[in-house]
């Protein structure tokens, strides 16, 4: 059965979702802090010393911050 607001595949209203807005917006300002934090930034850590972007830097650590999440999460819900 199909209802007057039923439409059809592949038309430009199933492009714009709200996940994808969503996706495109964080996208933005993503590229914009890339773009604006092109400088390199000396670490140090445990007597290491890395230089690198601070984009690249700020993006090691969002990962290594999401993986601790996953891996303490999983180990909690499989416990």
Known sequence: MSHATDRPV????????PK???AG??????LAFVLQN???VTLQFL??????TLWF???A?????????VL???????H
Do not use: F, P
Request: glycine residues 12%.
């Open 57 to 59: 830097a700020s993006l």
């Open 20 to 22: 994808r807005i969503t």
């Open 38 to 40: 092109r400088d390199d």
């Open 47 to 52: 007597g290491i010393q890395v230089t690198a």
């Open 61 to 69: 650590l969002l990962v290594t911050g999401v993986l601790i999440g």
């Open 25 to 30: 917006v964080l996208a933005l300002i993503a």
């Open 72 to 78: 303490w999460t999983s180990r909690r819900q499989g």
């Open 10 to 17: 592949g038309t430009k209203w199933n492009i714009l979702t």
